[in-house]
């Protein structure tokens, strides 16, 4: 199915990032961090109240993904991208992570549904800046433009990127194979496009360790980690 392609959708979540030493949202809750309310750092309320606080907390974060290395399964999807698009075909990837990992390991048609942890905005004007490698020198971190600056992530509360939400909607309609990998399938509006897929007739195919909530959608589940089963599915296919 893969190998015959003619449009191929991929969704990613946080199981194929833990896999390259990036732990999950909540997660990372630990050490300095164990006495703080994680949806109390991931909401503008939460900034508005303490932004030196929730802004050291997303540095250091952004540090860690800094750090990590794309794993096999990031890399196996950036050779299945130009594999399918090389005899063309298309391949789109939406994922749920913020770390830019499958950007690093050479995917290019990537749309980050939650944001980018890389990737800080300007509260007063909405530009956006991306800082270097090492730690900001102070918190909350003076934006450029006069305000200050915060994390290009999708905070609770927040609307996702609309243009993200247009493109997922135009793939969802095109798309005849849908690979869903390494997620929870429980965060939406990112979980439904494996039932939508579905439904309009793509064959969906699941990569996880576990059953999920939707293991019933899909047409085949592959059980196991996505660095162990991706690469081998790329070489099958291509």
Known sequence: ?????????????????AESGIRTFRDTMEGL???????ALATQEGFDAAPALVTRWYDWRRLGCAQAQPNPGHIALAHIESALTGRGGAFDL???????????AGSRAVH??????????CTKTGREFD????????????????GLLR?????????????????????????????????????????GFMEL??????????????E?????????????RAGEIMPRLAEAAF
């Open 94 to 104: 939406f994922t749920q992570n913020v770390d830019g990992l499958h950007q690093r």
């Open 212 to 224: 999920t909530p939707l293991t019933r959608t899909a047409e085949i589940s592959l059980r196991g």
């Open 33 to 39: 961090w164990k006495d703080f309310d994680p949806a």
């Open 1 to 17: 199915r893969l190998a015959s392609a003619r449009h191929c959708m991929v969704l990613t979540g946080a199981g194929i990032s």
């Open 112 to 121: 980050e549904v939650h944001g980018s942890i890389a990737r800080w905005r």
């Open 151 to 191: 994390p290009g992530v999708v905070w609770f509360g927040e609307i996702l990127p609309q243009e993200v939400l247009d493109r997922a909607e135009q793939v969802l309609d095109r798309c005849d194979v849908f690979l869903s990998i390494g997620t929870s399938s429980q965060v939406y509006p990112a979980a």
């Open 197 to 210: 897929a579905a439904v309009r007739g793509a064959f969906v195919i699941e990569v996880n360790p576990m």
């Open 131 to 146: 800082p270097g490698p090492e730690a900001f020198a102070e918190f909350p971190p003076p934006s450029p433009w006069g």
